[in-house]
């Protein structure tokens, strides 16, 4: 039995890992970090089952005394993820992070960290497996279209941009596109932030609006030709099997992997 500790489990992915977790005849859930409510449970938030009398800690370390969790899964926020993973490595938990917005000096200094703990450690931008063929797909395209850009399109309470996902295909494409500024060479904005973000010369595009879940569209232009790659999460259901995968296939890893297309 995997012992699981959630942090950000009142939050809407949290929610769903909840019951991800509690539905697994392989795992248990053992507590609940949060930043508020100590001495509470799940079930006294009034969003969960009255049964779901799962423990709440402020504290990482005070939660770990108590109940000694495997895993840490982090679905929190941008400024809370890397104290709580670097605090989780350092107590001997393994992290299995849903949450986005790490820096590289951040993910650089995590990877130590794991490879001195000799804990697995999981970052995973996006856990729907869609999402993640898609950013392979795109990478396999870009040996042949290097004219790409990237169309991210997430919910509006959404805090960081661009999203982890079209980041990391950017980055995945980068690995295998001749580097190339796209565009006109004299191409002006008259309008600040009209051609999106440029990395490494191709640019991403970030969409926030009500109604919408995250979605991906990367686009490929050639010669008289479109090819579009394109993958839509309708709810945050599509994460919960990447999410039940990381946290058996942290316990079998020493290192930090950043990205489940590393691991499928
Ligand atoms: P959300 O609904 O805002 O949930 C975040 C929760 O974390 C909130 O309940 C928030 O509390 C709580 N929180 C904030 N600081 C905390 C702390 N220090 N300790 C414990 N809990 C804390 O957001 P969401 O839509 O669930 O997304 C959460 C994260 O997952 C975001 O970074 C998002 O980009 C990411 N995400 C990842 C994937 C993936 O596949 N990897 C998919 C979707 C989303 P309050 O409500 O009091 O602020």
């Not at 959630?6 to 929610?15: S, V």
């Not at 402020?58 to 005394?65: G, I, K, Q, R, Y």
């Not at 450690?121 to 063929?133: K, R, S």
């Not at 295998?176 to 904005?189: F, Y």
């Amino acid at each position: 039995m995997i012992k699981v500790a959630i942090a950000g489990a009142r939050g809407k992915m949290g929610q769903e890992a909840v019951h991800t977790v509690i539905k697994n005849d392989k795992m248990m859930l053992v507590a609940a970090l949060d930043y508020k409510n100590a001495n509470t449970t799940l079930a006294d938030t009034g969003l969960f089952p009255t049964d779901y009398t799962v423990p709440v800690y402020t504290d990482l370390a005070e939660l770990n005394e108590a109940t000694a969790p495997d895993v840490l899964i982090d679905l929190t926020s941008p400024e809370v993820v890397y104290t709580h993973t670097k605090q989780a490595l350092t107590l001997g938990i393994r992290p299995v992070v849903g949450t986005t917005g790490f820096t590289d000096e951040q993910l650089a200094e995590l990877t130590t960290l794991a490879q001195q703990q000799k804990r697995g450690c999981i970052i995973a931008p996006n856990f729907a497996v869609g999402a993640i063929l898609m950013m392979k797909f795109a990478k396999e395209a870009a040996r042949f279209f290097p004219d790409v850009e990237i169309i991210e399109m997430h919910h509006d309470q959404k805090l960081d941009a661009p999203s982890g996902t079209g980041l990391k295909t950017a980055q995945m494409i980068q690995e295998v596109r001749t580097a190339k500024e796209q565009g006109h060479p004299n191409e002006k904005e008259t309008y600040a932030g009209a051609r999106g973000a440029n990395f490494d010369g191709m640019h991403i595009h970030s969409v926030r609006l009500p109604g919408l879940v995250a979605h991906q569209q990367v686009l490929f232009g050639g010669d008289g030709q479109l090819l579009t790659i394109r993958h839509d999460s309708f709810n945050r259901g599509s994460f919960m099997s990447g999410v039940a995968y990381c946290v058996e296939e942290v316990m079998t890893q020493q290192t930090l992997i950043y990205g489940l297309e590393n691991l499928i």
